[in-house]
Protein backbone atom coordinates (compact mmCIF):
# COMPACT_ATOMS: atom_id res chain seq x y z
CA UNK A 1 0.00 0.00 0.00
CA UNK A 2 1.24 3.76 -1.10
CA UNK A 3 0.55 5.85 2.87
CA UNK A 4 0.41 9.29 2.87
CA UNK A 5 1.08 10.48 6.40
CA UNK A 6 -0.01 14.29 8.13
CA UNK A 7 1.46 16.09 10.70
CA UNK A 8 5.53 16.69 11.30
CA UNK A 9 5.63 16.19 15.34
CA UNK A 10 6.39 13.04 17.71
CA UNK A 11 3.27 11.29 17.19
CA UNK A 12 3.54 11.51 13.48
CA UNK A 13 7.45 10.14 13.62
CA UNK A 14 5.96 7.03 16.03
CA UNK A 15 3.15 6.24 13.25
CA UNK A 16 5.63 6.15 11.01
CA UNK A 17 8.20 4.02 12.63
CA UNK A 18 4.71 1.58 13.43
CA UNK A 19 3.56 1.86 9.57
CA UNK A 20 7.42 1.45 8.53
CA UNK A 21 6.16 -2.42 10.16
CA UNK A 22 4.05 -3.29 8.40
CA UNK A 23 4.14 -6.33 5.37
CA UNK A 24 1.51 -3.99 3.56
CA UNK A 25 3.57 -0.99 3.18
CA UNK A 26 4.82 0.20 -0.31
CA UNK A 27 5.74 3.38 0.03
CA UNK A 28 5.67 5.82 2.90
CA UNK A 29 4.94 9.74 2.36
CA UNK A 30 4.99 12.20 5.33
CA UNK A 31 3.14 16.22 4.89
CA UNK A 32 5.82 17.65 6.05
CA UNK A 33 7.21 15.10 8.42
CA UNK A 34 10.75 15.91 10.31
CA UNK A 35 14.59 14.85 10.11
CA UNK A 36 13.06 11.63 11.92
CA UNK A 37 10.60 10.66 9.42
CA UNK A 38 13.12 11.23 6.52
CA UNK A 39 14.40 7.87 7.64
CA UNK A 40 11.65 6.00 7.35
CA UNK A 41 9.99 7.63 4.01
CA UNK A 42 9.97 10.50 1.95
CA UNK A 43 8.83 13.77 2.95
CA UNK A 44 6.61 16.20 1.11
CA UNK A 45 6.79 19.83 1.29
CA UNK A 46 3.30 20.62 2.09
CA UNK A 47 1.78 21.37 4.96
CA UNK A 48 -0.87 18.93 7.31
CA UNK A 49 -3.82 21.41 6.94
CA UNK A 50 -2.71 22.72 3.09
CA UNK A 51 -6.06 20.67 1.73
CA UNK A 52 -5.53 21.02 -2.13
CA UNK A 53 -2.16 20.09 -2.28
CA UNK A 54 -2.90 17.64 0.25
CA UNK A 55 -5.49 15.86 -2.60
CA UNK A 56 -3.04 16.60 -5.54
CA UNK A 57 -0.06 14.90 -3.75
CA UNK A 58 -3.13 11.90 -3.21
CA UNK A 59 -3.42 11.66 -6.88
CA UNK A 60 0.04 12.55 -8.07
CA UNK A 61 1.65 9.66 -5.81
CA UNK A 62 -1.52 7.14 -6.50
CA UNK A 63 -1.86 7.19 -2.43
CA UNK A 64 -4.17 4.44 -1.26
CA UNK A 65 -4.75 5.10 2.61
CA UNK A 66 -4.77 8.72 4.05
CA UNK A 67 -3.84 8.10 7.79
CA UNK A 68 -4.17 12.10 9.32
CA UNK A 69 -1.94 13.02 12.81
CA UNK A 70 -3.46 16.34 13.84
CA UNK A 71 -6.76 17.38 14.72
CA UNK A 72 -6.25 20.39 12.24
CA UNK A 73 -6.76 19.09 8.80
CA UNK A 74 -9.41 16.94 9.75
CA UNK A 75 -11.53 20.08 11.29
CA UNK A 76 -10.81 21.87 8.31
CA UNK A 77 -12.43 18.48 6.51
CA UNK A 78 -9.21 17.37 4.88
CA UNK A 79 -11.56 13.37 4.77
CA UNK A 80 -14.23 15.44 3.19
CA UNK A 81 -12.10 16.56 0.54
CA UNK A 82 -10.90 13.33 -0.36
CA UNK A 83 -13.80 11.48 -0.53
CA UNK A 84 -15.81 14.12 -2.76
CA UNK A 85 -13.30 14.02 -5.45
CA UNK A 86 -13.94 11.24 -7.80
CA UNK A 87 -10.70 10.02 -8.43
CA UNK A 88 -9.57 9.81 -4.69
CA UNK A 89 -12.67 8.01 -3.42
CA UNK A 90 -10.67 5.06 -3.72
CA UNK A 91 -8.55 6.14 -0.80
CA UNK A 92 -8.95 5.02 2.80
CA UNK A 93 -8.80 7.92 4.96
CA UNK A 94 -8.06 7.23 8.92
CA UNK A 95 -9.77 10.03 10.33
CA UNK A 96 -13.18 11.08 10.61
CA UNK A 97 -15.33 13.70 7.94
CA UNK A 98 -15.38 17.19 9.10
CA UNK A 99 -18.45 16.78 11.20
CA UNK A 100 -17.18 13.87 13.23
CA UNK A 101 -13.82 15.36 14.04
CA UNK A 102 -16.17 18.60 15.87
CA UNK A 103 -16.37 15.88 18.63
CA UNK A 104 -12.66 17.47 19.31
CA UNK A 105 -13.20 21.02 17.54
CA UNK A 106 -16.29 22.16 19.74
CA UNK A 107 -16.49 21.39 23.04
CA UNK A 108 -20.14 22.44 23.21
CA UNK A 109 -20.64 20.02 20.61
CA UNK A 110 -19.15 17.19 22.08
CA UNK A 111 -20.91 17.66 25.83
CA UNK A 112 -24.34 18.33 23.94
CA UNK A 113 -23.07 14.82 22.31
CA UNK A 114 -22.20 13.21 25.29
CA UNK A 115 -25.36 14.27 26.93
CA UNK A 116 -27.93 13.35 24.64
CA UNK A 117 -26.67 9.82 24.21
CA UNK A 118 -25.90 9.40 28.53
CA UNK A 119 -22.26 8.91 28.56
CA UNK A 120 -21.19 10.07 32.18
CA UNK A 121 -19.30 13.31 32.11
CA UNK A 122 -18.82 16.47 34.31
CA UNK A 123 -22.17 19.17 34.32
CA UNK A 124 -21.65 21.92 32.23
CA UNK A 125 -22.92 25.03 30.45
CA UNK A 126 -22.44 26.90 27.48
CA UNK A 127 -22.20 30.64 26.87
CA UNK A 128 -21.54 33.16 23.91
CA UNK A 129 -20.39 36.66 24.24
CA UNK A 130 -23.79 38.19 24.46
CA UNK A 131 -25.27 36.31 27.19
CA UNK A 132 -22.25 37.78 29.26
CA UNK A 133 -24.24 38.81 32.19
CA UNK A 134 -25.86 35.31 32.35
CA UNK A 135 -22.21 33.91 32.20
CA UNK A 136 -20.54 35.99 34.98
CA UNK A 137 -23.67 35.31 37.43
CA UNK A 138 -22.78 31.27 36.67
CA UNK A 139 -19.53 30.97 36.91
CA UNK A 140 -19.74 33.71 40.14
CA UNK A 141 -22.25 31.00 42.17
CA UNK A 142 -20.77 27.54 40.40
CA UNK A 143 -18.80 25.07 43.16
CA UNK A 144 -14.95 25.50 42.99
CA UNK A 145 -12.97 24.49 41.30
CA UNK A 146 -14.44 25.48 37.95
CA UNK A 147 -13.48 25.19 34.69
CA UNK A 148 -13.12 27.20 31.88
CA UNK A 149 -12.59 25.48 28.02
CA UNK A 150 -12.81 27.88 25.10
CA UNK A 151 -15.23 25.85 22.77
CA UNK A 152 -13.22 25.72 19.90
CA UNK A 153 -9.05 24.20 19.03
CA UNK A 154 -6.50 26.55 20.98
CA UNK A 155 -3.56 24.53 20.38
CA UNK A 156 -3.96 22.98 23.76
CA UNK A 157 -4.15 26.11 26.22
CA UNK A 158 -8.20 26.19 25.72
CA UNK A 159 -8.78 24.60 29.15
CA UNK A 160 -8.33 27.06 32.55
CA UNK A 161 -8.96 25.52 35.83
CA UNK A 162 -9.99 28.69 38.52
CA UNK A 163 -9.35 28.48 42.01
CA UNK A 164 -11.37 31.32 42.92
CA UNK A 165 -14.80 32.86 41.59
CA UNK A 166 -12.89 36.08 40.73
CA UNK A 167 -10.19 34.57 38.88
CA UNK A 168 -13.14 32.65 37.01
CA UNK A 169 -14.80 35.85 36.12
CA UNK A 170 -11.39 37.45 35.28
CA UNK A 171 -10.68 34.29 33.13
CA UNK A 172 -14.16 34.49 31.66
CA UNK A 173 -13.90 38.23 30.81
CA UNK A 174 -10.20 37.38 28.76
CA UNK A 175 -11.97 34.54 26.93
CA UNK A 176 -15.36 35.40 26.28
CA UNK A 177 -15.23 39.46 25.33
CA UNK A 178 -11.81 39.85 25.08
CA UNK A 179 -10.93 36.56 22.78
CA UNK A 180 -8.25 35.41 24.25
CA UNK A 181 -8.22 32.49 21.48
CA UNK A 182 -9.80 34.39 19.57
CA UNK A 183 -12.87 32.38 17.54
CA UNK A 184 -11.77 29.44 19.41
CA UNK A 185 -13.16 31.49 22.58
CA UNK A 186 -16.31 32.87 20.65
CA UNK A 187 -18.46 30.59 22.65
CA UNK A 188 -16.73 28.89 26.78
CA UNK A 189 -17.86 25.88 28.10
CA UNK A 190 -18.41 26.28 31.77
CA UNK A 191 -17.73 22.77 33.52
CA UNK A 192 -17.86 21.10 37.04
CA UNK A 193 -14.51 20.00 38.26
CA UNK A 194 -13.54 16.07 38.66
CA UNK A 195 -11.61 14.58 41.04
CA UNK A 196 -9.54 11.62 40.53
CA UNK A 197 -6.74 10.14 38.07
CA UNK A 198 -6.75 10.96 34.35
CA UNK A 199 -6.04 8.71 31.43
CA UNK A 200 -6.63 8.34 27.85
CA UNK A 201 -8.01 4.92 26.32
CA UNK A 202 -7.42 5.11 22.27
CA UNK A 203 -9.93 3.24 19.93
CA UNK A 204 -9.68 2.82 15.96
CA UNK A 205 -13.69 3.37 14.64
CA UNK A 206 -14.50 1.95 11.05
CA UNK A 207 -18.26 3.97 11.34
CA UNK A 208 -19.68 0.53 12.78
CA UNK A 209 -17.73 -1.58 15.10
CA UNK A 210 -14.71 -0.27 16.96
CA UNK A 211 -11.53 -2.12 18.76
CA UNK A 212 -9.41 -0.60 21.89
CA UNK A 213 -5.96 0.16 20.72
CA UNK A 214 -4.75 0.76 23.94
CA UNK A 215 -4.05 3.30 27.13
CA UNK A 216 -1.74 5.62 28.53
CA UNK A 217 -1.48 7.71 31.20
CA UNK A 218 0.06 11.65 30.37
CA UNK A 219 1.83 13.95 32.28
CA UNK A 220 0.81 17.19 31.70
CA UNK A 221 2.57 20.04 34.52
CA UNK A 222 5.70 21.07 33.46
CA UNK A 223 6.93 20.39 37.18
CA UNK A 224 7.83 16.78 38.94
CA UNK A 225 5.15 16.02 41.20
CA UNK A 226 2.53 16.94 38.60
CA UNK A 227 3.52 20.97 39.94
CA UNK A 228 3.53 24.27 37.50
CA UNK A 229 2.08 25.06 33.93
CA UNK A 230 0.10 22.77 31.80
CA UNK A 231 1.89 21.44 28.84
CA UNK A 232 1.59 19.59 25.57
CA UNK A 233 2.57 16.38 27.80
CA UNK A 234 5.85 15.68 29.52
CA UNK A 235 5.46 12.11 29.33
CA UNK A 236 3.30 8.81 29.50
CA UNK A 237 2.88 5.07 30.60
CA UNK A 238 1.12 2.21 29.53
CA UNK A 239 -0.16 0.22 30.71
CA UNK A 240 -1.24 1.75 33.34
CA UNK A 241 -1.88 0.05 36.35
CA UNK A 242 -5.41 0.47 37.87
CA UNK A 243 -6.85 0.66 34.00
CA UNK A 244 -7.18 -3.18 34.65
CA UNK A 245 -9.76 -5.43 32.65
CA UNK A 246 -12.61 -4.66 34.60
CA UNK A 247 -12.16 -0.73 34.31
CA UNK A 248 -11.28 -0.85 30.44
CA UNK A 249 -14.65 -3.09 30.47
CA UNK A 250 -16.79 -0.14 32.29
CA UNK A 251 -15.16 2.69 29.67
CA UNK A 252 -16.21 -0.05 26.91
CA UNK A 253 -20.05 -0.08 27.95
CA UNK A 254 -20.23 3.19 29.24
CA UNK A 255 -18.49 5.26 26.80
CA UNK A 256 -17.08 4.05 23.74
CA UNK A 257 -20.38 1.63 23.27
CA UNK A 258 -22.71 4.58 23.49
CA UNK A 259 -20.20 6.97 21.52
CA UNK A 260 -20.00 4.40 18.50
CA UNK A 261 -23.78 3.80 18.98
CA UNK A 262 -24.95 7.84 19.04
CA UNK A 263 -22.12 8.67 16.10
CA UNK A 264 -24.22 5.95 13.82
CA UNK A 265 -27.90 7.45 15.51
CA UNK A 266 -27.03 10.83 14.64
CA UNK A 267 -25.66 9.80 10.90
CA UNK A 268 -21.81 10.44 11.62
CA UNK A 269 -19.96 7.93 9.70
CA UNK A 270 -16.72 8.18 11.91
CA UNK A 271 -13.63 6.27 10.23
CA UNK A 272 -10.37 6.49 12.27
CA UNK A 273 -8.79 7.03 15.74
CA UNK A 274 -11.06 8.42 19.08
CA UNK A 275 -8.86 9.42 21.73
CA UNK A 276 -11.04 9.26 25.30
CA UNK A 277 -9.59 11.27 27.62
CA UNK A 278 -11.29 9.89 31.08
CA UNK A 279 -11.25 11.08 34.75
CA UNK A 280 -11.54 7.73 36.93
CA UNK A 281 -13.32 8.90 39.91
CA UNK A 282 -13.55 6.44 42.61
CA UNK A 283 -13.58 3.40 39.81
CA UNK A 284 -15.92 4.81 37.91
CA UNK A 285 -14.73 6.49 34.58
CA UNK A 286 -15.95 9.79 33.42
CA UNK A 287 -15.49 11.82 30.51
CA UNK A 288 -13.04 14.67 30.27
CA UNK A 289 -12.58 15.14 26.17
CA UNK A 290 -12.86 13.15 22.76
CA UNK A 291 -10.08 14.02 20.59
CA UNK A 292 -10.38 12.99 17.15
CA UNK A 293 -6.92 11.62 16.38
CA UNK A 294 -3.92 10.12 18.67
CA UNK A 295 -2.94 12.08 21.28
CA UNK A 296 0.86 13.69 21.75
CA UNK A 297 2.98 12.06 23.62
CA UNK A 298 0.51 9.00 24.10
CA UNK A 299 0.95 7.48 20.56
CA UNK A 300 4.87 7.54 21.24
CA UNK A 301 4.32 4.61 24.24
CA UNK A 302 1.17 3.01 22.64
CA UNK A 303 2.47 2.54 19.18
CA UNK A 304 5.09 0.58 20.51
CA UNK A 305 3.21 -1.42 22.54
CA UNK A 306 0.80 -2.58 20.57
CA UNK A 307 1.50 -5.77 18.58
CA UNK A 308 -0.58 -5.37 15.66
CA UNK A 309 -0.07 -4.53 12.09
CA UNK A 310 -1.37 -0.56 12.05
CA UNK A 311 -1.97 -0.61 8.55
CA UNK A 312 -3.57 -3.91 8.82
CA UNK A 313 -6.06 -2.61 11.48
CA UNK A 314 -6.38 0.39 9.12
CA UNK A 315 -7.26 -1.35 6.15
CA UNK A 316 -9.91 -3.22 7.97
CA UNK A 317 -11.43 0.21 8.95
CA UNK A 318 -11.87 1.16 5.38
CA UNK A 319 -13.84 -2.42 5.08
CA UNK A 320 -15.62 -1.80 8.13
CA UNK A 321 -14.54 -4.66 10.15
CA UNK A 322 -12.03 -4.14 12.69
CA UNK A 323 -14.55 -6.08 14.57
CA UNK A 324 -12.99 -9.22 12.93
CA UNK A 325 -9.42 -8.19 14.88
CA UNK A 326 -7.88 -9.43 17.66
CA UNK A 327 -5.46 -7.11 20.00
CA UNK A 328 -2.69 -8.06 21.15
CA UNK A 329 -0.04 -5.91 23.16
CA UNK A 330 3.72 -6.57 24.10
CA UNK A 331 3.50 -7.86 28.03
CA UNK A 332 6.31 -5.31 28.99
CA UNK A 333 5.72 -1.73 30.43
CA UNK A 334 6.30 1.37 28.33
CA UNK A 335 7.40 4.92 29.42
CA UNK A 336 7.73 7.74 27.15
CA UNK A 337 9.65 10.43 28.41
CA UNK A 338 10.07 14.35 26.72
CA UNK A 339 12.46 16.51 26.66
CA UNK A 340 11.85 20.07 26.09
CA UNK A 341 13.03 23.83 25.68
CA UNK A 342 14.09 25.92 28.30
CA UNK A 343 11.22 28.40 29.36
CA UNK A 344 8.29 25.81 27.61
CA UNK A 345 5.52 25.99 27.97
CA UNK A 346 6.36 29.33 28.49
CA UNK A 347 8.48 31.70 26.09
CA UNK A 348 11.51 29.45 24.36
CA UNK A 349 14.47 30.09 21.97
CA UNK A 350 14.88 27.62 18.80
CA UNK A 351 17.43 26.75 17.20
CA UNK A 352 19.91 25.22 19.30
CA UNK A 353 22.02 22.40 18.30
CA UNK A 354 21.34 18.93 19.47
CA UNK A 355 24.38 16.76 20.88
CA UNK A 356 24.40 13.04 21.15
CA UNK A 357 21.46 11.83 18.14
CA UNK A 358 24.44 10.16 16.65
CA UNK A 359 24.66 7.71 19.12
CA UNK A 360 22.91 4.21 18.40
CA UNK A 361 20.13 3.31 21.14
CA UNK A 362 18.88 0.01 19.80
CA UNK A 363 16.64 -1.02 23.09
CA UNK A 364 14.86 2.57 23.23
CA UNK A 365 12.63 4.66 20.25
CA UNK A 366 13.85 8.28 19.90
CA UNK A 367 10.91 10.05 18.30
CA UNK A 368 11.81 13.74 17.03
CA UNK A 369 9.15 16.24 18.03
CA UNK A 370 10.57 19.38 17.64
CA UNK A 371 13.31 19.07 15.42
CA UNK A 372 14.77 20.30 12.37
CA UNK A 373 18.04 20.18 10.32
CA UNK A 374 19.39 23.97 10.11
CA UNK A 375 21.30 25.61 6.91
CA UNK A 376 24.53 23.21 7.51
CA UNK A 377 22.67 20.30 7.89
CA UNK A 378 23.06 20.15 12.03
CA UNK A 379 19.93 18.88 14.58
CA UNK A 380 18.45 21.86 16.59
CA UNK A 381 15.53 22.25 18.16
CA UNK A 382 12.44 24.19 16.09
CA UNK A 383 9.90 23.74 19.46
CA UNK A 384 8.83 23.44 22.39
CA UNK A 385 8.59 19.78 22.80
CA UNK A 386 12.09 18.21 21.31
CA UNK A 387 12.59 14.30 21.26
CA UNK A 388 10.63 11.87 23.43
CA UNK A 389 12.22 8.84 24.63
CA UNK A 390 10.58 5.60 24.85
CA UNK A 391 11.70 2.44 26.71
CA UNK A 392 10.56 -0.74 27.88
CA UNK A 393 10.98 -2.91 30.92
CA UNK A 394 9.89 -5.50 33.31
CA UNK A 395 8.39 -2.82 35.70
CA UNK A 396 7.58 0.71 35.11
CA UNK A 397 10.25 1.57 37.08
CA UNK A 398 12.75 0.12 34.70
CA UNK A 399 11.14 1.27 31.63
CA UNK A 400 11.54 4.52 32.98
CA UNK A 401 14.96 4.32 33.57
CA UNK A 402 15.86 3.10 30.82
CA UNK A 403 14.11 6.50 28.80
CA UNK A 404 16.21 8.62 31.41
CA UNK A 405 19.78 6.70 30.96
CA UNK A 406 19.10 7.87 26.50
CA UNK A 407 18.20 11.40 27.71
CA UNK A 408 21.30 11.92 30.01
CA UNK A 409 23.33 11.13 27.16
CA UNK A 410 21.42 13.64 25.13
CA UNK A 411 22.36 17.26 25.07
CA UNK A 412 21.03 21.02 24.01
CA UNK A 413 21.22 24.62 25.56
CA UNK A 414 18.10 24.53 28.13
CA UNK A 415 17.14 20.44 27.37
CA UNK A 416 14.77 19.56 30.63
CA UNK A 417 12.43 16.52 30.86
CA UNK A 418 11.05 15.20 34.12
CA UNK A 419 12.42 12.20 35.77
CA UNK A 420 9.82 11.19 37.73
CA UNK A 421 7.35 10.05 35.05
CA UNK A 422 5.02 7.46 36.26
CA UNK A 423 5.98 8.57 40.35
CA UNK A 424 2.49 7.57 41.67
CA UNK A 425 2.95 4.05 40.19
CA UNK A 426 6.59 2.81 41.49
Known amino acids: MRILLLGNGGREHALAWKICQSKLLTSLYIAPGNPGTAKLGTNLSIAASDIPAICKACADLQIDMVIVGPEDP ?54 EAHQWEEARAYVLNHSLPVVLKADGLAAGKGVIICESHQDAENTLRQMLLEKQFGEASAKVVVESFL ?28 GEG ?9 GCVSPVPFADAAFIKKVEERVIQPTVKGLQEEGIDYRGFLFVGLMNCNGEPYVIEYN ?7 TEVVMPRLQNDLLELCRHVGAQTIHQTNISYYPEHFATVMAVSGGYPGSFEKGKKIAGLEQSFPNQHLFFAGIQANDAGELV ?5 VLAVTSKGNSMSEAVAESLSVLNQICFEGIFYRKDIGYEFK
Open 74 to 127: LVKGIADAIQSEPTLQHIIVIGPNKTGAQLEGSKDFSKAFMQRHAIPTASYASF
Open 381 to 385: TSGGR
Open 226 to 234: DTGLNTGGM
Open 292 to 298: CRMGDPE
Open 195 to 222: TGIELSVFALLDGRHYQVIGHAKDYKRI
